[in-house]
């Protein structure tokens, strides 16, 4: 079965610092996809970035960008120029195909100014 | 274009009794799925229907179950509920079910609180 881990429970970042989430998944799968979602205090999931397995080119959505290592298994969200409004738990999420997403445990992320 | 909606946002029921979620998906989105989110779980897969089929499951006892209607709103029902029920449930909705094609962008709502005292 497909676990993803994320082993930062709690991260702070000063606002317009630059922050980096990790995640790291195990499959025995070659095509996947993977996503970083985000949950503020409002509790609405919302998408931050999406990335295919196959496409060797790292996601990059306005300050979110993904460093995706496929041997290594590794696909952790780097956030620039950190606002408050990316203060929100953040989760890492693993799917093969279809939409049943495997989700890590998540990393709340504290911005302050 | 409005979002996933779910209702009702917050429910207290006892120990026992049964419970319905409704979840009305994006306009045209034919895919609902259905997580469970708790602060000693996480985030887990209930299920998923596509076109009023079931086309995904995850590992939860049978108390849990659901349904689509041909509008594709989606209910999801839990019966002789326990304490450990207690929890944040979460739909969300797809354009398509994926289908060995790809996983797809899920659309969340923001969730059916449940306290089950």
């Known amino acids: 079965a497909q676990t993803v881990t994320q082993s930062q429970p709690e991260m702070s970042v000063q606002e317009a610092e630059t922050v980096t989430l990790s995640c790291t998944y195990d499959t025995s799968e070659n095509n996947y996809y993977l996503f970083w979602y985000k949950q503020p205090p409002s509790r609405q999931m919302i998408l931050v970035i999406r990335q295919e397995a196959y496409k060797q080119q790292n996601a990059t959505e306005n300050r979110f960008s993904v460093n995706f290592q496929k041997a290594a298994k590794s696909f952790s969200l780097k956030i620039s120029d950190s606002q408050l409004g990316d203060t929100a738990m953040y989760f890492c999420?693993?799917?093969?195909?279809?939409?049943?997403?495997?989700f890590g445990a998540g990393t709340i992320l504290r911005v302050k100014s | 274009k409005a979002g996933v909606t779910q209702t009702p946002r917050y429910l207290i029921k006892t120990r026992g009794q049964q419970v319905t979620l409704s979840c009305s998906p994006i306009?045209?989105?034919?895919?609902v799925s259905w997580y469970q989110q708790t602060p000693g779980q996480g985030l887990q897969f209930l299920f998923e229907y596509f076109s009023e089929t079931q086309r995904n499951k995850g590992n939860f006892p049978g108390r849990f179950s659901g349904r689509q209607f041909s509008n594709s709103r989606s209910e999801m029902n839990v019966s002789t509920l326990e304490l450990g029920d207690s929890a944040l449930y979460l739909c969300?909705?797809?354009?398509?079910?994926?289908?060995?094609?790809?996983?797809?962008?899920?659309?969340f709502g923001a969730g059916s609180r449940l306290t089950v005292l």
């Open positions: 999420a693993f799917a093969e195909y279809g939409n049943k997403l495997v």
């Open positions: 969300a909705s797809s354009s398509t079910t994926g289908d060995g094609t790809g996983a797809n962008v899920l659309t």
């Open positions: 306009s045209g989105h034919r895919s």
